[in-house]
Nanobody, 122 residues
Framework: QVQLVESGGGLVQPGGSLRLSCAAS????????MGWYRQAPGKQRELVAH???????NYADSVKGRFTISRDNAKNTVYLQMNSLKPEDTAVYYC????????????????WGQGTLVTVSP
């Protein structure tokens, strides 16, 4: 069974930095794209950043210039470097991947991680 495991969340002061990691494990043939989403209390889940297998990226306007997404294809891992954090960045951050699973469950899959909480507060 394919799963995504996030790490790196926590409490940070405004202006601080955090680095999130998300590792995919299980029977995987290839990963097409990976991304980070977030959901703040009382709000809908939104896209934060997205990266394709060839490295091209896109970001939400609210995080451009502050967050950087990257991936290590050899490790099936995606990262989110978050700088100049603001209180409005407080949310549960979820990792997402579109991939091709291997045996026994061959086929395209969309997989979500369990989420990691980021709290930005003085």
């Amino acid at each position: 069974q394919v799963q995504l495991v996030e790490s790196g969340g926590g409490l940070v002061q405004p202006g601080g930095s955090l680095r999130l990691s998300c590792a995919a494990s299980g029977s995987i043939i290839s990963i097409n794209d990976m991304g980070w989403y977030r959901q703040a209390p009382g709000k809908q889940r939104e896209l934060v950043a997205h990266i394709f297998s060839r490295g091209n990226t896109n970001y939400a306007d609210s995080v451009k210039g502050r967050f950087t997404i990257s991936r290590d294809n050899a490790k099936n891992t995606v990262y989110l470097q978050m700088n100049s954090l603001k209180p409005e960045d407080t949310a549960v951050y979820y990792c997402n991947a579109h991939l091709v699973a291997g045996p026994p469950d061959y086929g395209f899959r969309e997989v979500w991680g369990q989420g990691t909480l980021v709290t930005v507060s003085p």
